[in-house]
């Protein structure tokens, strides 16, 4: 038995296996692995009985839940109106010209993913982006710049 196999038995030992607690699942095996991969998908399946297509139905509807290893850093890019208007799709370029990998993507060295979110609910602070959960608000590809070069160091 794998370690992480150990660690999903223990997740699993934490609820009934029956379809209702699917989610609860889900969310506790992404937070102890930062995705879903399709081992742990298996594992709730053959453990639970919820058939393959329903856990994969479930964790393809809701957008909390990833099914790819994920960077160190999560950047999310606001391209609601304000923030669209005010250069959202510049930041968007940059990035995506800087980590050489397309929205959604994570870069090969696992230490950043990017995508685009709908909106944040910081639309006087257009353009903004959010980095692992912070905001930065009226963000410039110069500002976004510094902030990929600091976070780069790490």
């Given at each position: ?21 699917l989610i ?8 102890s692995?930062?995705y879903?991969s ?8 053959d ?7 329903q ?7 809701y957008q ?8 160190e ?15 959202g799709q ?6 995506k ?22 909106c ?17 608000p009226?963000?410039t590809?110069?500002?976004?710049e ?6 780069s160091?790490?």
């Amino acid at each position: 038995m794998t370690t992480q196999e150990a660690s999903i038995d223990e997740i699993l030992e934490r609820y009934p296996g029956s379809p209702e607690y699917l989610i609860f699942l889900l969310q506790d095996v992404q937070k102890s692995y930062g995705y879903i991969s399709p081992d742990s998908m298996q594992l709730i399946c053959d453990r639970t009985g919820v058939p393959e297509s329903q856990v994969y139905s479930v964790a393809t509807f809701y957008q909390s839940f990833r099914l790819e290893p994920q960077g160190e850093h999560d950047i999310k890019v606001c391209l609601g109106t304000a923030c669209h208007l005010k250069g959202g799709q510049r930041i968007m370029d940059e990035l995506k010209r800087r980590l050489q990998v397309e929205p959604g993507e994570t870069t090969p060295d696992m230490k950043f993913t990017y995508t685009s979110v709908n909106c944040v609910g910081a639309c006087a602070l257009a353009p903004v982006v959010v980095i692992d959960d912070e905001y930065y608000p009226s963000t410039t590809v110069k500002k976004l710049e510094k902030q990929i070069k600091a976070l780069s160091q790490d």
